[in-house]
């Protein structure tokens, strides 16, 4: 790794294909737009279907030859994510990147009754990556980019009360919800490899990133606090993007490494490799994780074909 990595350097990505969830803002509209100027064709999986379809035409008129199509995906209703796996038009998924979510919001339950950021940010993506393995294994070099956040450092799985029926406060359950991120993220790395699967599983974090989603549903004092720390501390979105892109399209990414920003504290910064808090690390953990989030979802991976 090159200690300034750019968008620049993103390797040639024709005929490749990737899913990139939250496409049409932030981090999302960033990261297709730029495997698309690299020559991927990006599916934009979009809960906002007028908003993906504005986000596609910007990136059209930046990068002429954008391959892009818009797909609809909530990630906070299991019927959304088995309705576009199911009608995904491909037989092959090069890329998977799990980048949508949602932060510091009001306690709210999903479509499905779970807290609505845990079921959002991480059974969505669970659900998903499971019902898409098999398109996967069928790619060469596939990847599958989870992004977490450094609030996992400080978050805890509460499996006493996943829901956080006893206690809410919606810091702790972004924070919950990023741990999970992580820990899935490793997890399913071990079980590639353990099952002899080319899929390398791969964790990426934006730092501290002036986007929507800092002050998206925030009122009050609070989203003044947001907007002032998107002031002074965040990055643009382009500079917070790239570490997922780099674990997206780097060679000498390997499976269960995870890259951040790589000054002040991780928030800002040119991507490097960090590392996970040690509950996310922890194999009991992962695999309690992994088997409650199959219980929650109904989705259980089959890693019999992957290989």
């Known amino acids: 790794m090159t200690s300034r990595w750019t968008a620049d350097q993103i390797p040639d990505q024709s005929g490749r294909t990737a899913l990139v969830t939250g496409a049409n803002s932030g981090l999302g509209l960033v990261t297709a737009m730029e495997l698309a100027r690299a020559g991927a064709t990006v599916l934009m999986a979009c809960r906002n279907l007028e908003k993906g379809a504005a986000a596609a035409d910007q990136i059209r008129a930046e990068v002429p030859h954008a391959q892009v199509e818009v797909v609809e995906l909530d990630l906070s209703s299991l019927e959304s994510v088995r309705q576009l796996a199911d009608s995904l038009d491909v037989d092959a998924l090069d890329l998977l990147v799990n980048n949508a979510g949602i932060m510091w919001v009001p306690q709210q339950r999903s479509d499905d009754g779970f807290e609505l950021q845990f079921g959002t940010n991480h059974l969505g993506h669970f659900a998903l990556t499971g019902r898409l393995l098999a398109r996967l294994s069928r790619a060469q070099a596939p990847r599958v980019v989870t992004l977490s956040s450094n609030e996992h450092r400080r978050g805890h799985l509460h499996f006493d009360d996943l829901q956080l029926d006893r206690r809410y406060g919606s810091r702790k359950a972004y924070r919950q919800s990023k741990l999970a991120n992580a820990a899935f993220g490793l997890e399913l790395d071990r079980r590639l490899r353990a099952a002899g699967s080319p899929i390398k599983s791969v964790l990426a974090h934006p730092g501290y990133t002036a986007t929507n989603l800092q002050t998206a549903g925030k009122t009050g004092p609070m989203n003044a606090v947001m907007t002032l720390g998107n002031l002074l501390v965040g990055q643009s979105a382009e500079m917070g993007a790239l570490p997922t892109l780099y674990a997206a399209t780097a060679p000498?990414?390997?499976?269960?490494?995870?890259?951040?920003?790589?000054?002040?504290?991780?928030?800002?910064?040119?991507?490097?490799?960090?590392?996970?808090?040690?509950?996310?690390?922890?194999?009991?953990?992962?695999?309690?994780?992994?088997?409650?989030?199959?219980?929650?979802?109904?989705?259980?991976?089959?890693?019999?074909?992957?290989?």
Request: net charge negative; proline share 7%; charged share 40%.
């Open 252 to 307: 000498d990414v390997e499976g269960g490494e995870y890259y951040g920003p790589d000054r002040f504290r991780e928030y800002r910064g040119y991507p490097k490799r960090v590392e996970v808090k040690p509950e996310g690390r922890n194999p009991e953990v992962r695999d309690r994780l992994w088997s409650v989030s199959e219980e929650l979802t109904g989705v259980t991976y089959d890693f019999t074909g992957v290989a």
